[in-house]
């Protein structure tokens, strides 16, 4: 089994900043792919920013320049800095790896919980 625990969302005033983490645990060989995504009420979840094994990073349009994506060395963490928030940035963010298992050895897609951002003042 593999786990993935978010944290690190809240609520917070616009033009304000937070981190979130996404913890990976578990039956892992590798990891090839970790990304950021979003789902807002009433909205279909999009990405928001990836990175992957080799370092190469993606963004959405609309959090260019505001929201960093980065790792630790050992895979076992991954984070988003997000600054400037904004209202319309205000969604619950989960965290989906490509995980290579050790046993049975085979790639499959995990997500976390997820973690709500809420953007208001």
């Known amino acids: 089994q593999v786990q993935l625990v978010e944290s690190g969302g809240g609520l917070v005033q616009p033009g304000g900043s937070l981190r979130l983490s996404c913890a990976a645990s578990?039956?892992?060989?590798?990891?090839?792919?970790m990304g950021w995504y979003r789902q807002a009420p009433g909205k279909q979840r999009e990405l928001v920013a990836s990175?992957?094994?080799?370092?190469?990073?993606n963004y959405a349009d609309s959090v260019k320049g505001r929201f960093t994506i980065s790792r630790d060395k050992g895979w076992n963490t991954l984070y988003l800095q997000m600054n400037s928030l904004k209202p319309e940035d205000t969604a619950v963010y989960s965290c989906?790896?490509?995980?290579?298992?050790?046993?049975?050895?085979?790639?499959?897609?995990?997500w976390g919980q997820g973690t709500q951002v809420t953007v208001s003042s």
């Open positions: 578990g039956n892992i060989a590798s990891i090839n792919y």
């Open positions: 990175i992957t094994s080799g370092g190469n990073t």
């Open positions: 989906k790896a490509v995980v290579i298992t050790i046993v049975p050895l085979d790639s499959n897609d995990y």
